[in-house]
C-alpha cells in the first residue's frame, strides 16, 4: 500500500512575462515527512512555495496539497497548513499573547482553545514573563521560535517555513530544528525553504533547486553519494556548475 502524501506536483511551472522562475518541477512529500527545498536565493523556491499554499497561481502544472488541489480548493488548503515566511511573521505592536489571540481567532479557534493552547506555548518556551511584552521587544531567537508555535497553533496537516532561520545565530537555529523534529513525531509534515546547505543534513529528504528547475531529490545520504561528496555544501556546488 502506497505511504499516503502530504503534497504532490507535478510539471508546476510559473512564469512572469517571459521569465521562467519555476520550471516544470515535480515531487511528493510523505505525510509527517521534513522535506528540505533548497536552493541558491533566486532560484525559485519562495515562487513554488507561494503556488502550494495559494499565494500564486501556476502558469501550468498540477498539485495537491493536504488532499487538496492548489486551482480549485484554495481555502481548505489554507485551513490545512500553517506558514512561516522569511520575512518574520507575526505583529511587532502586539503582545506575544495577542498574537496568539490574533492568529487564533483566525484560525477559527474558539476562545477556550486559544486560551489553552496559548498557555501550552507560553510554557513550552519558557516565555511566561515575556507574554505582555510586545513582539518588537523579543530577542530574534524568541520570536522565531513564537512565529513557529504560532504557524502551528491550529495543529494543521503541513506547515511551509521559509527560511525560517535566517538572521538568528547556530544554536537557536540547533533549537528551532528540534522544535521541528518535534512536530514531525507528532504527524505534522514540514515543508522548509532554505539556502544554509549544512540544514539539508537536518531533513528526510530533499530536493535542490538551480534556475528554477529541481537538479536533485532523495536524502541526504543518496544525494552526496550520488556526486561523491562529503557534504551538502559540495553537492550544491557540483550541481550548479553541472548548470553553468
Known amino acids: 500500500m502506497p505511504e499516503p502524501l502530504a503534497i504532490e506536483a507535478q510539471e508546476l511551472t510559473k512564469k ?5 522562475a519555476v520550471d516544470r518541477i515535480t515531487f511528493t512529500v ?14 525559485g523556491k519562495t515562487t513554488a512555495m507561494r503556488m502550494l499554499i495559494g499565494l500564486l497561481h501556476p502558469t501550468s502544472g ?5 488532499g487538496y488541489d492548489i486551482y480549485h480548493d484554495t481555502e481548505k488548503i489554507k485551513h490545512n497548513i500553517g506558514y512561516m515566511s522569511q ?20 484560525y477559527g479557534m474558539r476562545d477556550s482553545e486559544i486560551k489553552q493552547k496559548a498557555d501550552e506555548v507560553i510554557e513550552k518556551l519558557g516565555i ?19 512565529a513557529f508555535s504560532v504557524a502551528i497553533f491550529h495543529e494543521p496537516q503541513i506547515v511551509f517555513l521559509d527560511e525560517p532561520t535566517g538572521g538568528v545565530d547556530p544554536i537557536v537555529r540547533r533549537q528551532f530544528w528540534e522544535m521541528i523534529y518535534e512536530e514531525a513525531e507528532r504527524g505534522i ?9 549544512d540544514e539539508a543534513e537536518y531533513c528526510n529528504r530533499l530536493s535542490i533547486m538551480v534556475d528554477g528547475q529541481i537538479k536533485a531529490l532523495g536524502t541526504p545520504g543518496e544525494l552526496k553519494q550520488e556526486l561523491n561528496s562529503k557534504n551538502m555544501d559540495e ?7 553541472q548548470q553553468s
Open 16 to 20: 512572469f512575462g517571459d521569465f521562467t
Open 30 to 43: 510523505k505525510k509527517g515527512e521534513i522535506f528540505g527545498f533548497l536552493g541558491a536565493n533566486g532560484a
Open 62 to 66: 498540477q498539485a495537491r496539497v493536504a
Open 87 to 106: 520575512r518574520f511573521s507575526l505583529y511587532n505592536d502586539l503582545t506575544v499573547w495577542e498574537n496568539m489571540e490574533l492568529f487564533g481567532g483566525i
Open 128 to 146: 511566561g514573563r515575556l507574554k505582555n511584552r510586545q513582539v518588537k521587544h523579543l530577542p530574534l531567537g524568541f520570536k522565531q521560535k513564537l
Open 189 to 197: 509534515t514540514a515543508f522548509v525553504t532554505t539556502h544554509y546547505m
Open 235 to 241: 553537492v550544491f556546488l557540483k550541481l550548479a556548475r
